[in-house]
């Protein structure tokens, strides 16, 4: 499978031409700059920026305190999907494991038997075992397997790696083809296996999509791949059934919004990871590290709508951060010194406090109201929870981890939102309600696209800057 294995050196973006696009197209000083309300959110970008500035150091902070810099996953679980044989070489691809006798020893694996809870019985749970609750949008890792491992994520920053070509490509593909939602599966009830089939290879929900997807998919990959059935003749039958039923044409009004609220989400998730790539670029020229605005422009900067979903997610998770806020008061943070405990508690305090202090800035009460909402919330929780397992086909041990963290932040959100009323959050009700990892997820994915955030403010201004030289080189004569 040569064609499958991660290509490890990535082109340098396509330049831009700064002096072609002045003579061309006309001053855009709002470059990446959207007003107005976020769609499918109560705010508006000026304000989830205002924000994002009040509270950047505050988060930035917590992040490097000993409770939050430390994760637990299993770095090493098999690719649930299709073959992933690609393993990206590269050395920026590695992942560094922390040594667990630096670490409090309750939180160690010999300690996976004994403790469950802290004396209090509030919160400190991090040694549960794997399992789904019903409330659980993402698979949360299961920590007394003897594959995991402690990562200091500060060792490990999420940056340009040079993963991507076909296996990257895959993953993505395959996280978006989980936007398929219920009216495809109507039209094939009480067939189990094309049921499977439609979840890998749906589309945006209109049929005539899906079937042209399908059929894509196995003239991609073969019959057998993942749930795509091996029998053939089932396969045409459904592909030529699919095709009859069907008029074709999509209309965006008739989306749903669980599954805008779905897209919006992923898609901010990605314009996020490329954001981090391409603020943190490495160049083979000068072999240093730094923000690359060729990468920017053609990957965010000309695509307005993938800008805007990176708002969109970080209203999402903050929103629910604050919603978590009472429970996270009461929650213990242990981390071995009593000291820090009280520190970090006060930090998370803190942030909640400052970020509570605006309006909030996502409505989950305007979700799943409709007559199928429960039909179409367990969808949206089992497509969300499959997300977090194609995190094991990710190439690079790096992106993966990086990729599992941010889809269990964005799980553990969607879980304080979708799967708890306010009054649930109480740790006296719901004591266990978030294991350790879950909330060290959900801050660090809320730091990662806060990061995001700032480096579009800061993209934005390189752009304006290189207008404004490019306007200077035309406006001056020639010796
Ligand atoms: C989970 C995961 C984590 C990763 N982490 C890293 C990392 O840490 N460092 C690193 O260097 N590489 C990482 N990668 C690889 C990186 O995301 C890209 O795949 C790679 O850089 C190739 O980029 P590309 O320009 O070909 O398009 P890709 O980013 O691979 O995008 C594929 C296609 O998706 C569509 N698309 C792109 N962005 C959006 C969007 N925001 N919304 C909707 N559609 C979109 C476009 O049609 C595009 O052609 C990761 C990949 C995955 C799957």
């Not at 709002?30 to 989830?48: A, E, H, L, M, R």
């Not at 992942?95 to 019985?121: C, F, H, I, N, Y």
């Not at 999420?158 to 083809?177: L, Q």
């Not at 179409?376 to 990086?402: A, P, Q, T, Y």
């Amino acid at each position: 499978h040569d064609d499958l294995a991660p290509k490890l050196t990535l082109e340098d973006p396509k330049p831009i031409s700064f002096v072609k696009n002045v003579l061309t197209t006309p001053k855009d000083q709002n470059y990446c700059n959207p007003v107005g309300q976020i769609k499918d959110t109560c705010c508006d970008f000026q304000s989830v920026e205002d924000m994002q500035r009040g509270i950047f150091d505050k988060i930035q902070d917590l992040v490097k305190t000993r409770f939050f810099r430390y994760y637990k996953l299993n770095l090493w679980r098999e690719c649930p999907f299709w073959d992933e044989d690609g393993l990206c070489m590269n050395k920026d691809c590695s992942v560094e494991t922390t040594d667990e006798s630096r670490l409090p020893k309750e939180w160690t694996q010999e300690a996976l038997s004994a403790v469950q809870m802290s004396p209090a019985g509030l919160g400190f749970q991090p040694f549960k075992a794997c399992s789904y609750k019903d409330q659980d949008y993402c698979l949360i890792e299961d920590q007394s397997n003897e594959n995991v491992v402690y990562v200091n994520l500060l060792d490990n920053p999420e940056r340009f790696t040079g993963y991507a070509g076909v296996s990257a490509g895959r993953v993505w593909k395959a996280i978006y083809e989980e936007n398929c939602f219920n009216i495809v599966h109507k039209m094939t009830e009480g067939c189990k296996t094309c049921n499977n089939m439609m979840n890998i290879a749906g589309s945006a929900g209109n049929p005539l999509k899906v079937a042209e997807k399908v059929q894509q998919t196995v003239k991609e990959v073969g019959p057998g791949f993942a749930h795509v059935p091996k029998d053939t003749e089932k396969l045409d039958q459904l592909l030529s059934d699919l095709s009859e039923t069907t008029d074709g044409g999509e209309n965006d009004e008739e989306v749903c919004l669980e599954k805008r609220v779905y897209y919006r989400l992923i898609s901010g998730l990605h314009s996020s990871i490329s954001l981090h790539i391409c603020d943190e670029w490495f160049n083979r020229t000068s072999g240093e590290w730094g923000p690359n605005l060729d990468c920017f422009v053609n990957r965010i900067g000309s695509h307005p709508e993938r800008l805007q979903n990176v708002y969109f997610t970080y209203a999402l998770v903050l929103r629910a951060v604050t919603k978590a806020g009472h429970f996270l008061d009461q929650y213990d943070f242990y981390t071995g010194d009593d000291k820090e405990d009280i520190k970090v508690k006060s930090m998370v305090h803190d942030l909640i406090d400052n970020a509570s202090s605006c309006a909030p800035t996502f409505d989950e009460k305007t979700m799943f109201q409709g007559p199928d909402a429960k039909a179409l919330k367990l969808e949206f929780r089992d497509h969300f929870r499959n997300v977090s397992r194609i995190m094991d086909c990710v190439g690079c041990e790096k992106c993966r981890l990086w990729g599992k963290i941010q889809t269990t932040g964005l799980g553990t959100a969607l879980k304080v939102l979708f799967s708890y009323e306010d009054n649930q959050l109480n740790p006296k009700r719901t004591p266990q309600l978030l294991q350790r990892s879950e909330i060290v997820a959900m801050f660090n994915t809320l730091n990662r696209l806060s990061e995001s955030l700032r480096a579009i403010q800061r993209f934005r201004k390189m752009y304006l800057d290189q207008v404004e030289e490019a306007e200077k080189t035309i406006l001056t004569p020639l010796d």
